[in-house]
T-cell receptor, first 111, second 109 residues
């Protein structure tokens, strides 16, 4: 089944404790992207990747890192999480930007 | 990058009625997409309309695009309870996809 998976789905952590949210897709898509969703603000793009080893900043990249060492994986790294990074995070992939396939989301709470 | 602005923020309709929501934007785009999200789940792509198109249909969905007014509308005809969701427009400009805050649609039985 074609899908985008994210892990973990729920995470509670404390300020400053490094964490990684994994994202994997099995559709051989070149394009992958991370978004955060906050009430009233819609989805905002954090980082995107056009292909392996090619990443670029979205609208809200501060406090996040990504890597794209393999085509199928695009992990999101929070080196030193802060409470303002509490959010719902989505990973998405597509063969271009025209139809994005979204993962189920990761709810992060930073205390 | 610019975000689309959806209007209204929320919409409540009776089953069988039509639902219309609008999206406005400020600068030129390559295409505009509409997505649906059910209660905190991942978004699902509904339909894409290119900048040189004026109208597209997909099942009960009808999308229009007016590039002179920089606006788009999504019409859902003969709504069903399963259409209860949030709907987002997304602006595609050079590989960056920008979403609006969404319209929450509630379909009453």
């Amino acid at each position: 089944e074609a899908q985008v998976t994210q892990n973990p789905r729920y995470l509670i952590t404390v300020t400053g404790k490094k964490l990684t949210v994994t994202c994997s897709q099995n559709m051989n898509h070149e394009y992958m992207s991370w978004y955060r969703q906050d009430p009233g603000l819609g989805l905002r793009q954090i980082y995107y990747s056009m292909n392996v080893e090619v990443t670029d900043k979205g609208d809200v990249p501060e406090g996040y890192k990504v890597s794209r060492k393999e085509k199928r994986n695009f992990p999101l790294i929070l080196e030193s999480p802060s409470p303002n990074q509490t959010s719902l995070y989505f990973c998405a992939s597509s063969s271009n930007t025209e139809t994005q396939y979204f993962g189920p989301g990761t709810r992060l709470l930073v205390l | 990058s610019q975000q689309g602005e959806e209007d209204p923020q929320a919409l409540s309709i009776q089953e069988g009625e039509n639902a219309t929501m609008n999206c406005s934007y400020k600068t030129s785009i390559n295409n505009l997409q509409w997505y649906r999200q059910n209660s905190g789940r991942g978004l699902v792509h509904l339909i894409l309309i290119r900048s040189n198109e004026r109208e597209k249909h997909s099942g009960r969905l009808r999308v229009t695009l007016d590039t002179s007014k920089k606006s788009s509308s999504l019409l859902i005809t003969a709504s069903r309870a399963a259409d209860t969701a949030s709907y987002f427009c997304a602006l595609d400009n050079d590989y960056k996809l920008s979403f609006g805050a969404g319209t929450t649609v509630t379909v009453r039985a």
